[in-house]
């Protein structure tokens, strides 16, 4: 077993007793960083930056040495999937991603296939392997993938949606072929995490950003149903030591004690719900992950730590709470507020941890 000199991270998932709460920010690399900016202006692109592992490592590092986070996120995509297989991806600025070859009938289905983790994803791998000989300890790493449902959505809209009218289009009217793509990227998802764990990740995280679009019969059958063959698939032990998921539905907070049965490790909560509601429901069987609305970031540095004091309170005391926003950090927010919450986690949960 490598050794690890911060596994408060992983302690918490696993709901072992930790000296004060661990923190990590969702999209923690990205554009509210200038080092990030710079990084990406060398790479040219986005996704060129995802694909030069040193360059994906440097990104992944650059948060940790501003801050005093308690896990690295491997900095890659989603959309990583859909583009190996052959959708032609592209990000162009002010406008998200975009394929040039969505998914759209049974014929473009039947043309998928699944991607090999090496020769495809291989670049992936490298930057797992590359930060975690980088970071050399000192806190876990996080991968990550989309979840089947959330990755359809953009592969059948062929970019991002506000309505999601042709991917419902296809649940409501082609569930079967809907189900087909579904099977190939449950299956996918699987291989890829557990790749990823295999090249080093500790920890697996499956973003499901619209699985709460769905009615909840919906959400059981088209998402919940793929992330529960995705977890019953996983690695769960790796180089000695226990691998955690942790399963994020937007907008999930009122599907958790069925989000809980999968036998996820924790459950990733945007700031909907409130996290002392949610430990009473599943607290018992799982750790919870968030849930501080992203935008008090622009709010002054006393009122981010209010807030903070806020959600630790309402957690209450003891492990199986990690700190994180409720969704991915805005690009306009100033870093020095990122410190001030990430102090503010460490020093105010102490108490909760005697
Ligand atoms: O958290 C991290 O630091 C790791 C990196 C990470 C990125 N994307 C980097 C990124 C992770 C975990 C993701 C996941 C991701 N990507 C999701 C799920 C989580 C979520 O935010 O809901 C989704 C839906 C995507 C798809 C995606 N990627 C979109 C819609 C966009 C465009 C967003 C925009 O504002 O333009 C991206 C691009 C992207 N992924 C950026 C980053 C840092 C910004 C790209 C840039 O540098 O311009």
């Not at 992936?124 to 970071?135: G, H």
């Not at 996918?188 to 009615?215: C, H, P, R, S």
Request: with cysteine.
């Amino acid at each position: 077993m490598s050794k690890l000199k911060n596994d408060r991270f992983l302690r918490a998932l696993l709901r072992e007793p930790v000296d004060q709460t661990p923190v990590w920010i969702m999209r923690q690399a990205g554009r509210y960083l200038p080092e990030y900016r710079a990084t990406r202006e060398k790479a040219g692109d986005f996704m060129t930056l995802c694909q030069t592992p040193d360059l994906a490592c440097e990104v992944t590092l650059q948060p940790l040495e501003r801050f005093d986070l308690d896990a690295a996120i491997l900095f890659s995509d989603i959309l990583t999937i859909p583009d190996a297989m052959g959708l032609g991806l592209t990000f162009t600025t002010g406008e998200g991603p975009q394929f040039s070859r969505p998914v759209r009938t049974a014929a473009d289905i039947d043309k998928l296939g699944m991607p090999d983790m090496e020769d495809d994803l291989g670049y992936v791998m490298d930057a797992v392997r590359t930060i975690r000989r980088e970071l050399d300890g000192s806190v876990p790493l996080i991968g990550f993938s989309g979840s089947p449902w959330t990755l359809a959505t953009y592969m059948i809209e062929g970019s991002g949606s506000k309505d999601f009218a042709k991917s419902k289009g296809m649940l409501f009217d082609q569930p079967a072929l809907l189900h087909k793509l579904l099977d190939l990227l449950a299956d996918t998802v699987t291989e890829y995490l557990n790749a990823q764990i295999k090249a080093g990740a500790q920890t697996a995280m499956i973003f499901d950003t619209w699985g709460g679009v769905l009615t909840p019969r919906d959400y059981r059958e088209f998402s919940l149903r793929y992330m529960q063959r995705i977890i019953d698939g996983l690695i769960r032990e790796h180089d000695g030591r226990r691998v955690p998921v942790v399963l994020f539905t937007k907008g999930g907070g009122c599907w958790l004690e069925d989000i809980a049965a999968t036998g996820t490790d924790a459950a990733g909560l945007d700031w909907t719900t409130e996290i002392g509601a949610a430990r009473k429901s599943v607290g018992d069987k799982i750790a919870l992950q968030g849930n501080m609305d992203p935008s008090i970031l622009y709010a002054s540095p006393e009122r981010i730590r209010q807030e903070v004091q806020t959600i630790l309170d309402d957690f209450g005391p003891g492990s199986g709470h990690v700190f994180n926003l409720g969704h991915g950090i805005h690009q306009h927010v100033n870093p020095d507020n990122v410190k001030v919450l990430v102090d503010a986690v460490h020093e105010l949960s102490r108490p909760l941890h005697k």
